[in-house]
């Protein structure tokens, strides 16, 4: 197909429309460029806040070999992930569900059914490093900067009166739900499980058993939400792609 112009890419769009209020920034992680008007820094007085209300509101394992092995394995793949600096804290939470999450601040939550639910350390290494992908990729961060642009804008079109800072204000407590409540995208989910994976194979556990601990949570799930319709890949999705990633990296 003959070619008539270059078209400019997305990214650089977005850099372009930004600039007035925002910035671009190159994550080497990632490989790609991200608009980000705060950065984990900015998230983390109301991350530590979200951190504390969960732990004043759900129930918490006191189990210390389940805490142990957590901050053990967690431990291990934040020095792969080079995230040393921060001041890393772990929480074991009661609960039926498998699952778990991270704040920008340094704070992973892991349930009591998924420690069930995984085999071995390295199944439990692709779930943290899978986290620490989510950190160390500044998604919260990115997630929190399109949303509040996108206030910006419809402030902007409406005419209503108002500076920036005031139009992130208006957001509230988005920024401190983002690693509680509200789903990544599955772009960023895909990419927190390719970053998972180097750092579960740089701290020493196996890559494959990254793709294992997947068709688990796609023999235990019970809902048959379309891809289109989830925020999340389907696990179909995400097996076939962490498996040829693995095999591009040459991971055993």
Known sequence: M???????PLAMAGCVAALSVGACAYNEALGRNQLLIVDDAALSQQADAAWAETLRT????RDAALNARVRRVGDRIVQA???????WEYAVFVSDKPN??????????VTTSLLSLVRNDDQLAAVLGHEVGHVVAQHAAERYSSTALTAIGIQAAQ???GDYGQAVGALGGFGAQLGVLL???RRDELEADRLGVDYMVRAGFRASESVALWRLMA????TNTPEFASTHPSDSTR????????RERGYA
């Open 219 to 222: 023999a235990q799930r019970q």
């Open 58 to 61: 759900q129930p918490i394992s």
């Open 81 to 87: 992930a080079g995230l040393t600096g921060r001041g």
């Open 100 to 109: 778990a999450f991270v704040l920008p601040s340094g704070k992973i939550g």
């Open 159 to 161: 005419g209503v009166a």
């Open 239 to 246: 097996i076939a792609e962490l498996e040829a990633y693995i």
């Open 183 to 185: 789903p990544f995208s």
């Open 2 to 8: 003959r070619r008539f112009f270059r078209p400019v």
